[in-house]
């Protein structure tokens, strides 16, 4: 086992020299193939010797020929004097503009000239922020918070136990002024709600809100405070 160890790192040990020898053969070898020179023989050369190369045309072609083009033919000269006639442009006559008050044709016109109003039957209800003209209470938002101050009735049972609160409420001001549709946006307790509820729907009409000439259906809201004395 020793000995194929040794004989295997001189193997290893002599590789530059076989490198090098390989080399140097491969190198002769082709110094040997480009010196490498072919005889021939004289007979088997071939002579590329200069020809002239000539063509021929046939002179059986028959050469196309084009007709001469017609010359134009030249009008024939008046005879005798020639009279230039020279035309005026007719100028245009004046257009007269007649001035129109309108002012006057409207009032002549008179009833004839108004256009009648669509009546729309309008059921939506409308925000007062953005009406024409909004509703409002007989003698104002102030008269309207008197009469709620002048019809509550405080509730025995939230005066018992002294409940106080304010209710945020919402209504609907009809056409005819009327309240409808009376909700609790936020409520303090059932006896101060159904109180606050009950003076709306009691309350006196309003003169309803419009739009564009006619009444429409208004969404208010509106806080009432309970409080104890």
């Not at 010359?71 to 000269?77: Q, S």
């Not at 018992?160 to 009327?178: A, H, P, T």
């Not at 739009?211 to 806080?223: F, H, K, L, T, Y």
Request: proline residues 7%; negative net charge; aromatic residues 10%.
């Amino acid at each position: 086992m020793e000995h194929f160890k040794n004989a295997t790192r001189e193997l290893y040990a002599k590789r530059p020299l076989f490198f090098n020898f390989g080399l140097v053969l491969a190198i002769s070898l082709c110094f040997i193939a480009f010196e490498f020179k072919v005889f021939i023989d004289e007979g088997d050369k071939v002579d590329f010797s200069e020809e002239e190369i000539t063509f021929h045309l046939n002179e059986d072609v028959i050469p196309t020929t084009h007709p001469p083009k017609p010359k134009p033919k030249k009008l024939p000269e008046p005879k005798g004097d020639i009279n230039i006639v020279e035309v005026e442009e007719l100028s245009k006559p004046e257009e007269k503009t007649k001035e129109i008050d309108i002012n006057k044709e409207l009032e002549s016109l008179g009833n004839e000239f108004k256009i009648p109003e669509e009546k729309v039957d309008d059921n939506n209800i409308y925000n007062p922020e953005l009406l024409e003209v909004r509703p409002q209470f007989n003698g104002g938002l102030e008269a309207f918070y008197k009469y709620i101050g002048e019809a509550i009735e405080y509730p025995t049972y939230e005066q018992r136990r002294n409940i106080e609160g304010k209710v945020y409420l919402s209504f609907v001001i009809e056409k005819d002024g009327s309240l409808s549709q009376v909700k609790i946006l936020k409520g303090v307790s059932e006896g101060i709600d159904k109180e606050a509820v009950r003076v709306i729907e009691n309350a006196p009409k309003w003169e309803a809100g419009r739009q564009r000439g006619q009444a429409v259906r208004v969404s208010m809201n509106i806080p009432i405070s309970f409080q104890l004395r």
